[in-house]
Structures are given as C-alpha cells and as structure tokens.
T-cell receptor, first 113, second 117 residues
Framework: QQQVKQSPQSLIVQKGGISIINCAYENTAFDYFPWYQQFPGKGPALLIAIRPDVSEKKEGRFTISFNKSAKQFSLHIMDSQPGDSATYFCAASFVSGNTPLVFGKGTRLSVIA | GAGVSQSPSNKVTEKGKDVELRCDPISGHTALYWYRQSLGQGLEFLIYFQGNSAPDKSGLPSDRFSAERTGGSVSTLTIQRTQQEDSAVYLC???????????????FGPGTRLTVT
C-alpha cells in the first residue's frame, strides 16, 4: 500500500518558469509534511515542511500548498533555475515523537535555459 | 559541524556474500534511521533506533537484514547472503529527539551504493 503518491515522475521546466509537484496521502493521522531535495550522489536534504494547521508556507522561491480535505499537498518552485535541477521527494509523518518518514517515489526536475 | 557519514560510499559484492554498512550519526542525535533507495522506488524505511528503546524493525524486507546501534551512536546494517535485488543505495539519517508536538528534521548521509553481482 503506497501511502504517499507523488506526481509527475519527471518534469522539465524552462528557466524562470514555475515547477509544480503534487503529492497525495492516505493516512489522515499524518501531521507533518516535508519536502526533500536530492542532488546526484548526495543524500536528501530538507527543503521545506508544513503542518496541517496552515494552508500555505513560503520560503524564498519555494511554497508548499496544503489541502487537508483533499489530502493533497504540492510544492511550487517559482522562477525555477538550472541549479534547482534535482530529485524532489514529498513525505509524511507524525510530529509526536520521532518516526520514520513515508516518502513518495520522487520527481526528477530538469530546469533548462 | 559534521553531518551524517556513511561508509563505504560504494560496495560491490558477489551474490551470497555478507555485507556490513556503517553509519555515523550527528553527535547528540538520539534517533537513527536506515532507508533503502532503489531506482524509481523512492525511499523505503528499513529500521529505526530511538535512544535505548527497542528498535522498530517493521521495514526490514527479510530476516537476512539486521542492524545494531552500539552505545547509542554508530550503527551497522548487515545484509546476509546478499541477493541481486538487494542492490540499492542505503541511506542513514539521524535526528534530535523532541518532545511531543515538536517538529524535527532528519539529516541524511550520502548513502552507500551497494551492487550485488
């Protein structure tokens, strides 16, 4: 059972454009939704995270939109740059106590000039 | 400060051999996680250590997989009688233990790429 579904698998965006990656989750008890960024040969690194008590969180060019009723959340990268080219993973977990993250399968983003 | 380190960075082994993968978490982090990353499959949870509590082994795919954490710090993931389907990148992460209702961040190491021939 895949608890977090991520789409698309790959995405090509022009420099300066908006990259949008979507995730849907099944377990309504999840209350922590991070996005991780991974460059080739490196481990994933936390990019931005959201709790379900807010509908949107913005950090620089990165925004998470959260729709609790639809059990969906998305990552928007504004003014996408070639340096943003990486694989992005959404995840879900529980805030109460350290627990393993449940990851989506990842989106490979390529930003072309 | 130093991040999570893993060794070796690459490991090639023959089918049927045992392998040990090492993880050094960030100093002071009480929680340690092992994940497996296969091509196109995202990150799959394997095992989780929290302080002195019994580890959560619910993600281990078979009894050929085991892990230990000595002294609440370094962890070793052991795969016995390796199979070709074990080929993947094995990632270790650590985090601080926070109280209830506090967010946390998992810090990942660079991973060990295991190839079983």
């Amino acid at each position: 059972q895949q608890q977090v579904k991520q789409s698309p698998q790959s995405l090509i965006v022009q420099k300066g454009g908006i990259s949008i990656i979507n995730c849907a989750y099944e377990n309504t008890a999840f209350d922590y939704f991070p996005w991780y960024q991974q460059f080739p040969g490196k481990g994933p690194a936390l990019l931005i995270a959201i709790r379900p008590d807010v509908s949107e969180k913005k950090e620089g060019r990165f925004t998470i939109s959260f729709n609790k009723s639809a059990k969906q959340f998305s990552l928007h990268i504004m003014d996408s740059q070639p340096g943003d080219s990486a694989t992005y993973f959404c995840a879900a977990s529980f805030v109460s106590g350290n627990t393993p993250l449940v990851f989506g399968k990842g989106t490979r983003l390529s930003v072309i000039a | 400060g130093a991040g999570v380190s893993q060794s070796p960075s690459n490991k090639v082994t023959e089918k049927g051999k045992d392998v040990e993968l090492r993880c050094d978490p960030i100093s002071g982090h009480t929680a340690l996680y092992w994940y497996r990353q296969s091509l196109g499959q995202g990150l799959e949870f394997l095992i989780y250590f929290q302080g002195n509590s019994a580890p959560d082994k619910s993600g281990l795919p078979s009894d050929r997989f085991s892990a230990e954490r000595t002294g609440g710090s370094v962890s070793t993931l052991t795969i016995q009688r390796t199979q070709q389907e074990d080929s993947a990148v094995y990632l270790c992460a650590s985090s601080l233990h926070h109280g209830r209702a506090s967010p946390y961040e998992q810090y990942f190491g660079p991973g060990t790429r295991l190839t079983v021939t």
